[in-house]
Structures are given as C-alpha cells and as structure tokens.
Nanobody, 123 residues
Framework: VQLQASGGGLVQAGGSLRLSCAAS????????MGWFRQAPGKEREFVTT????????SYADSVKGRFAISRDNAKNTVYLQMNSLKPEDTAVYYC?????????????????WGQGTLVTVSS
C-alpha cells in the first residue's frame, strides 16, 4: 500500500484544516487507518484511528472533540478534519495503514506510512 498525505499548511489558531490520505495498491478496505503527528524535537504521537469499515474510531485526548477522522473506501481515502486548531497542534502529520480490523494507538502496529504533511498553527 502506498499512502500520500496532503492538505497541510499554515493556519491561524482557531482555524480549520482538512487532511487527506490517498491510498493505492492493495485493497484499502482491508486496512484500519491512523493519523499520527510529530512535532519538532518530540516523538511521534497518536492522533486518531478508524476501523476498516469506518464504524469504530478512537482519538487522543488532546484532539477529542476538535478533530474527526473519516474514510471513503470507494475513493481509497482517509480524512482528518481538524477544527479549533491550536499552536500545539503544529506538527508533521502522517497517515498509516494497519492490517487489522480496528487500528491501534501504537505506531509499531502499522504496516505502511505516508510521507507526512506539515501543519503549522500560528498564534
């Protein structure tokens, strides 16, 4: 599976962005999907995950209520809608695919990674 993340950019605090991750290769619907992020000087951290069918989602406490993950299996794409952005959301955001039903909060459970897209939130 090849993953291509897009949609990052510069936004003011309180603004919104929508990230997309397009998948190609093996059947997209066989993979749970996740978003992780990595800020400068910090470790990669879990943001959210969605099950293969899209029926189960999970969020980090830091983004719960502000971010929403969704997927369109017909378009082989997973989305991350980010609202009420804060400067601490600034990071490179990565999408990842896991050969499991419901996804995981742990990076080592993911089989494929996209190249990342930079989100910068100004105060």
């Amino acid at each position: 599976v090849q993953l291509q993340a897009s949609g990052g950019g510069l936004v003011q605090a309180g603004g919104s962005l929508r990230l997309s991750c397009a998948a190609s290769g093996r059947s997209f619907s066989n993979y749970a999907m996740g978003w992780f992020r990595q800020a400068p000087g910090k470790e990669r951290e879990f943001v959210t995950t969605i099950s293969r069918s899209g029926g189960i989602t999970s969020y980090a406490d830091s983004v719960k209520g502000r971010f929403a993950i969704s997927r369109d299996n017909a378009k082989n794409t997973v989305y991350l809608q980010m609202n009420s952005l804060k400067p601490e959301d600034t990071a490179v955001y990565y999408c990842a695919a896991a050969a499991s039903v419901s996804g995981s909060r742990y990076p080592y459970n993911y089989n494929y990674w996209g190249q990342g897209t930079l989100v910068t939130v100004s105060s």
